[in-house]
């Protein structure tokens, strides 16, 4: 794990949507609304997993405790030479029941936030530019998944990396408005829970840089599972 110090950072943003660009594109919200008011937010110390959980790492959980594998588990099994990549097809309470195992946590949409843009409110872990080069993104030329910790450029200003692009990643936070946030939408509320970072294959058939923005927020229902949909744990101290 690596650490987070206590303290301040920027959260959120002021961007603007022009001609509601999210509808346009059949996703259920706007691009950017749902992130204002850019805001200072204070946090305690904690730590969070350097890299997203693996295929390994979930195969002990599920040996364990006897749970359920994700669906490319073949016969419990890990995919040979997969044990390296993050674990996907995992639910939010699967999620939530690994790290407590391991006796530690979900991270709060803050938490996850503050790990991956650092103190001073940058667009992605390494600065302002998207660069195609730094993560596993739609227009990477991978399509697919990637092993944990295969950009190096892309790593956060506290050394966690894949935290745009590769898996998105659950957090433990409903998707609610920020405080003095003035969009409405119909999935605040304790109806979703929120997964931020960007997977692999983008939204659908889209893959646009906005995606992987760190300040940027996403939802599901907290029982269904997605292909390109994993996690990471923190603790406190």
Not at 14 to 36: A, I, M
Not at 179 to 184: A, N, P, R, S, V
Not at 201 to 227: C, D, K, Q
Request: hydrophobic residues 30%; contains cysteine.
């Amino acid at each position: 794990m690596v650490a987070v110090p206590a303290g301040k950072f920027i959260r959120g943003s002021d961007k603007v949507d022009e001609h509601q660009q999210g509808n346009e594109l059949g996703t259920l919200k706007p691009w950017y609304l749902d992130e204002h008011p850019k805001h200072q937010h204070h946090l305690p110390l904690f730590y969070i997993d350097r890299y997203e959980v693996t295929n390994a790492e979930y195969k002990l959980f599920i040996d364990d405790t006897r749970s359920r594998p994700p669906v490319y588990f073949f016969g419990r099994g890990v995919p040979p030479g997969r044990e390296g990549y993050p674990v996907t097809d995992i639910n939010w309470y699967e999620a939530t029941r690994y790290c407590e195992w391991l006796g530690k946590r979900l991270p709060t949409e803050a938490e996850w936030e503050k790990a991956a843009r650092g103190t001073d409110g940058r667009e992605f872990p390494w600065g302002n530019d998207y660069d195609k080069k730094k993560l596993n993104a739609g227009d990477s030329g991978i399509g697919d998944v990637a092993p944990v910790g295969s950009f190096e450029g892309g790593v956060s200003p506290y050394g966690a990396h894949d935290m745009s692009g590769n898996v998105w990643e659950w957090t433990s936070d409903w998707y609610q408005p920020y405080e003095d946030g003035t969009y409405k939408s119909v999935l605040y509320g304790e109806k979703q829970k929120v997964f931020r970072g960007g997977g692999w294959g983008g939204i659908g058939h889209y893959s646009l840089p906005l995606f992987y923005r760190t300040a940027y927020r996403s939802s599901l229902v907290p029982e269904e599972a997605y292909a390109d949909l994993g996690f990471r744990c923190v603790k406190s101290p």
